[in-house]
C-alpha cells in the first residue's frame, strides 16, 4: 500500500491515472474472495480482516486520487478559455466581476425555493382561478382492493380482452361487470385530473411569463440584443452584471426543479425528449456560465422562454373549454415557436456561436465543441417538436381538430352505476375528443 502510494505521488500523470484503476481492481477482488478465507480458524479470521482493512484503504485512496485527477482534467484551462489565458485572470479586479463556478452551487436551494413558491402559486392562485373558469376538483371512484385484478392490471394489461376478462372473473370468483368496473376505475386513477394538469401548466406559464418580461428588461438597452457580434467584443473578460447572475441562477434553478418533479409532475409521450431538453439545459447554461459566455446564454434563454407561456395559456385555457380563445393562443404559440426555434435559434444563436467564433479565434477550445453539440441537441428537439406542431396545425386546417398527438387518451371517471353502465355499452365519453388543445408538456 505505502510503495504504492508513493509511487503514484512519484509519477504523476495520464499514465499514473490510468495505472490508478488497478489497485482499485485488486481490492474488489480481494474483498470478494475474502469470504472463501474465513472458513478457518479464528486466526486466519483475524488475518483476513487485517487485509480488508488495508484492501478498504487501498481502495478509498486510488479512488480519491482518481477523483482529484479528474477535476483537475475537467478544470483544465484549454478546455474552457481561449490560449494564455488562466483562471486565475478571472479574479475580480478594477470593477470587473467574473462568473464563479462555485456559484452554480447556490441554484439548487434556488431550486427548492423554486418548488416552495410553485407550491403556494399551485394552491392559492391556481386553484381558485381554476374554479373561476369553471374546472372541477373530481374525485375519483377508487376499486376495492382486489391483489389477483391488481397484479394482472401492473403485470400484464391495463385492457384485457374480453376472454380475459371472463378469465379473472372465475378466479375471483365475481361478475364479469365487476371485473370490467374494477379496470375501469383502475384506469382513471392513472389518469390526471384536469385541475392538476390546470395547476402544473399555470406554474410554467407564470414563470415563462415572469421569465420573458424581465429577460426583456436585463436586455432590450444591451448593445449584444441587438448586434450579436457584441457577444465577442472583449471576450473572455467580459464583466458579469448583477442581472445575468439573477438571471441565470432563476434559469438554472427552474430546470433543476423540473427534474425533480419529473417523478411527480404528468408525463407524456415525448417524456424522454424532456429529460434530455431539461439536462441539456442545465449542461449548457452551467457550462456557459463557467466559460464566461454569459451574454451568448441570455439570448438563448430569452429566445426559449418567449413562445413557452403562450402554450402554457392555451392549455389552461383548453382545460377550461374556451375553445376560441385557446384555437387563437395555440395560433400565436405556434408563429412564435416557429419564429424563435425555428429562424432565430439557428439562423442567430447557432450562426454567432458556430461561425463568429473564428473571427476571434483560429484554434477553437473543447468547449467550442461542447456547448455547439449541446444547442445542436436542442435545435434537434425544435425541429421534433416544430413537427409535431405542423401536424397539429394541419389537421386544424383540414380537419378543424386541433388536438395535441402526445397527449394520452383520457377516460371518462366513472362515478356512478349508470355512467359505467352507458360506458359498458359503447356511449363512453373522452376529453380527449374536444376541438382543441389538449395538455401536454411544456416545449
Not at 482518481?66 to 475537467?74: A, D, P, Q, Y
Not at 364479469?176 to 389518469?191: A, D, G, M, T
Amino acid at each position: 500500500m505505502c510503495l504504492w502510494s508513493l509511487w503514484l505521488q512519484h509519477h504523476k500523470g495520464r499514465n499514473s491515472f490510468f495505472l490508478s484503476f488497478f489497485p482499485v481492481l485488486v481490492g474488489f477482488v480481494g474483498l470478494g474472495f475474502s469470504p472463501l478465507l474465513t472458513s478457518g480458524s479464528a486466526l486466519n479470521c483475524q488475518h483476513v480482516l487485517v487485509s480488508n482493512t488495508v484492501l478498504l484503504e487501498y481502495i478509498i485512496f486510488s479512488m480519491a486520487y482518481i477523483l482529484k485527477t479528474l477535476n483537475s482534467w475537467f478544470w483544465w484551462e484549454n478546455i474552457w478559455m481561449p490560449i494564455n489565458c488562466t483562471w486565475a485572470d478571472f479574479v475580480d479586479r478594477d470593477g470587473l466581476v467574473f462568473p464563479k463556478p462555485h456559484q452554480l452551487y447556490a441554484t439548487i436551494p434556488y431550486a427548492f425555493v423554486l418548488l416552495i413558491i410553485r407550491f403556494f402559486c399551485e394552491r392559492y392562485v391556481a386553484i381558485p382561478l381554476a374554479k373561476a373558469l369553471g374546472i372541477k376538483n373530481v374525485r375519483r371512484v377508487k376499486p376495492q382492493p382486489n391483489p389477483v385484478l391488481e397484479s394482472y392490471f401492473r403485470e400484464c394489461s391495463r385492457h384485457p380482452s374480453q376472454s380475459e376478462i371472463q378469465g379473472l372473473a372465475k378466479k375471483c370468483n365475481c361478475t364479469v361487470h365487476l371485473v370490467e368496473k374494477w379496470f375501469r376505475r383502475r384506469r382513471n386513477l392513472e389518469i390526471p385530473t384536469v385541475l392538476r394538469k390546470f395547476r402544473e401548466a399555470f406554474w410554467r406559464f407564470s414563470f415563462y411569463l415572469t421569465s420573458s418580461i424581465v429577460g426583456f428588461i436585463f436586455l432590450y438597452d444591451k448593445p449584444w440584443f441587438y448586434d450579436i457580434w457584441q457577444t465577442w467584443v472583449g471576450y473572455p473578460f467580459q464583466t458579469l452584471l448583477p442581472s445575468q447572475y439573477w438571471y441565470y441562477m432563476a434559469e438554472i434553478g427552474f430546470y433543476w426543479s423540473l427534474l425533480f418533479t419529473l417523478g411527480i409532475d404528468i408525463k407524456r409521450k415525448d417524456f424522454m425528449a424532456h429529460v434530455v431538453h431539461h439536462l441539456a439545459a442545465i449542461g449548457l447554461m452551467s457550462g456557459s456560465w463557467c466559460g464566461n459566455y454569459v451574454r451568448l446564454g441570455t439570448l438563448v434563454i430569452f429566445v426559449h422562454d418567449t413562445a413557452d407561456f403562450w402554450l402554457e395559456a392555451a392549455k389552461m385555457f383548453n382545460y377550461a373549454h374556451w375553445e376560441k380563445t385557446c384555437n387563437i393562443l395555440f395560433i400565436i404559440f405556434s408563429i412564435a415557436f416557429f419564429i424563435t426555434r425555428i429562424i432565430l435559434f439557428p439562423f442567430w444563436i447557432l450562426r454567432a456561436t458556430l461561425y463568429l467564433p473564428t473571427y476571434y479565434s483560429t484554434t477553437p477550445v473543447i468547449a467550442y465543441f461542447l456547448f455547439n453539440g449541446m444547442l445542436l441537441t436542442l435545435q434537434g428537439l425544435h425541429l421534433y417538436w416544430g413537427y409535431l406542431i405542423y401536424k397539429i396545425l394541419k389537421r386544424f386546417v383540414f380537419l378543424k381538430d386541433l388536438k395535441d398527438d402526445r397527449s394520452d387518451e383520457e377516460e371518462e371517471d366513472s362515478v356512478t352505476d349508470t355512467e359505467e353502465e352507458s360506458t359498458k355499452n359503447g356511449s363512453k365519453s373522452s376529453s380527449g375528443s374536444s376541438k382543441h388543445l389538449l395538455s401536454g408538456s411544456h416545449h
